[in-house]
């Protein structure tokens, strides 16, 4: 049985993801339906979540199934990763144990796991998640890894065709902002890729030390030349929006100091103007505002920004919904 | 689009409130149904529940519809509720996005919350449901606040409705009972202002200390004075539950000492005669008696009272069911 | 009313027993269904779970009806399980109230609860589980306590009976395992009576100080006399398993300690080798391999056999699934 798994946006060509957003603007114009009926989604959650599980739910209901969340430190063992292990530590079930028993009762699992690493080679890796999607039977979901956020990234090239309709050529800017706390980097690595995948000319505005994942960056390019679109880097925040149709703002951990998020605190010290406000916003082509929540407000973005009308910040938040019914009616249905 | 919240019991007058239980009790008659069908009810809970969450889950599956429960420390993060808050703490997400947001997955939203709070004047704010109720553009309906618990006094009205047919004109003691632990006014509030509000005569039987919050009870006056009941508070136990036809127990804490519970336990230490047994309930005109659950039993009421001909403390439970499945259709059906 | 709960194994007759297993098998080849639409069943977990808690929600799914899990720290208040207590302790809910309130709102409660205990006397007696099914008035079922697990039992079986077909005078050895951690022998009781009462000659194989409940290996010896089997000990691990047509292998902790653990666990240093390994297997009457999971890996059984063709531990997980079909519809179908 050859089961398709939904690791990355990378799963998907650019032929594929267009028809799924196709397949997400029917499902969103439609009401619930029966076509998952009798079909159990399995959501095994190693973090918070609001947004995720709360539209996975609703989406196996509108489509006729089920959804059950399950919690790591409440349902799941401590689980050991390794092949061949003897496993006399503290874990006392193997992943391949538990994603072939979960196997047995539910139709796909989404995972979400953003454990700490002491490196971004460890963390990238997204070992866990890897680990189940070999051992399973069914297909495997990232609900957010260190390296991906892929339902995050169809929900927001549905929202940005739903407003530009044609999006080849047009151009978004995926613009770092300054936020306390380590952000981590999935949602940018996802939106890089699909967009580049669906020909957008992407500019990634960051300042220097935050960098994204140079494979990704490289994957990104090769889909963007595919489809006719382009990545450019810039560091300065008024020349990467200046162009800029859809203005993505997403703030994004440094894999230099991956392992040191107190080196990163200082660093960040000078970057408190990577923010967008009403001024800024201004001097865009009259850009779409996009953010995948949650936001630090008046912070990452203003609060004019975020409640003006070029923000389609909670459009982003239902098309998680829509989204995730194409998705899941994709991997199982029909 | 002008959208019902249900957060106090005041948002009923006599007439929708007699008019919901006329439909809880024929929905008490019914089986299952599909009124709800393709509807969802998202619960977010702050402190533990039993009868709420299972009750509400319950309702919504007998009404065709799902139930999701979030609890604020797995699924929700930390949120800001002040306005144009520069979001460098540690909250991640402003209650306006949580609210929005989850307007776009979910049909209503039930929220219980019972912070810890400095002053009553704080507490009965309820700024965070408040808050919920002004972003949120679906229902919200409050599943306890340290002000009300509206959903708890729907199902009490329909428990007094089944035992006394005509309840106008009828007597009901509300008496405070000695419990080791401040206890929340949430339900004797909403007891208060829907008992007056349809007819019956209420004392409030309480020590000195521990009167309840002027403002309600004034509104319960107001609202006794235009159904032709009345409110009086007496200050001795005895005296207060003599011409009772229903005799309602519950603790409370005090508002003199809300934010000093150490000193209300000492103050309380005289107050362990504050209990219902039989002796009492037997001085009463047969009164049916009620409790809202949980109980501390031989504490708040003993054994004899609690597991009585007279006690209706489970049917007042299972009732929960039924008001909650009148409420949800009354703010989402049809 | 005469409700049926399903506390042990033992509340099968070896007839019912057989007659649950043609009903599991029966609805393992059935697609989803709807004979137990509009039911609820209510699950308390006062411990992790997996295999039980997925396996009872999409169960309850296959047949049309709804599941809703409650866990102890978040869900349940401390309860009180001392009659006519007065409750001025932490407690703040009698079972009592706690199983009627549930009562009038699930058609069914199942309870995992494996609390710490000062004496195996103390823990046999599964007093809360029983408390809660003397109260409740609606089936309640045993997911898990100290001295039984029937819910595994009757999943496994379905699985011996999958493979042998016909299972009088097979012999199956319940073989105890070395794991650094003291486990419950809840499993093993159950597997041990509910073989016996097929007719299986069940042999115990554990090391001295290992041995099962004696009321419980006393049980199963009346049913094996009864349907043709046998029970009989023996102290060599070789040895057991040599006759075995079915080799279940489980650790389990020991009575002698059960108080304990640091004592259990230098007695056990000496025990590592009570591992069942591919030689091991070999040696058998070609058994197939038991384990009801989770399993350390490469301790009480190696990689080899837990993967290899022997081995059916993923159908034991699966049956899960059909015998909680069954049983519920045992208990409140039709």
């Given at each position: ?55 996975f739910?609703?989406a ?51 995972i979400r ?9 460890e ?10 999607a ?42 770092w ?81 991956y ?26 082509k009259?850009?779409?505002?996009m ?12 609060d ?8 389609v ?22």
């Amino acid at each position: 049985m050859n089961k398709r798994d939904f690791l990355s946006i990378q799963a998907l060509g650019s032929r594929e993801l267009a028809d799924l957003l196709d397949l997400a603007a029917r499902m969103k114009r439609r009401g619930p339906g029966q076509v998952l009926a009798g079909k159990t989604l399995g959501l095994l959650f190693f973090e918070r979540s609001l947004r995720t599980r709360v539209s996975f739910h609703v989406a196996m209901e509108q489509l006729g199934g089920h959804c059950l969340s399950l919690f790591a430190d409440r349902d799941i063992y401590d689980l050991e990763a390794q092949d061949r292990a003897v496993m006399v530590g503290s874990a006392e079930e193997h992943v391949q144990d538990a994603a072939r028993t979960l196997s047995r009762y539910v139709d796909a699992l989404g995972i979400r796991h953003l454990p700490p690493a002491t490196s971004w080679a460890e963390a990238r890796a997204e070992a866990l998640v890897r680990a189940y999607a070999e051992y399973a039977s069914v297909p495997v979901i990232n609900l957010e890894t260190a390296l991906e956020h892929p339902c995050q990234a169809i929900a927001d090239m549905l929202t940005i065709r739903e407003r530009l309709i044609d999006v080849r050529g047009r151009n978004l800017t995926l613009a770092w902002g300054y936020d306390p706390e380590p952000k981590s980097l999935g949602v940018s690595h996802s939106v890089l890729l699909s967009a580049a995948a669906l020909g957008l000319n992407v500019t990634l505005a960051h300042p220097l030390g935050f960098e994204l994942d140079p494979q990704i960056v490289e994957a990104a390019r090769t889909r963007a030349t595919e489809s006719g679109g382009s990545v450019r880097v810039v560091n300065d925040l008024a020349e990467g929006v200046r162009e800029a149709h859809v203005l993505y703002a997403r703030s994004w951990r440094s894999l230099k100091f991956y392992a040191d998020p107190e080196r990163e605190s200082i660093v960040k010290r000078s970057l408190e103007g990577w923010r967008i406000d009403g001024e800024l916003l201004a001097s865009t082509k009259n850009a779409i505002f996009m953010h995948p929540l949650p936001v630090r407000r008046n912070v990452v973005a203003t609060d004019d920004v975020l409640d003006g009308p070029q923000s389609v910040i909670y459009d982003q938040a239902e098309n998680r919904l829509h989204a995730g019914k194409a998705l899941l009616v994709h991997l199982l249905g029909g």
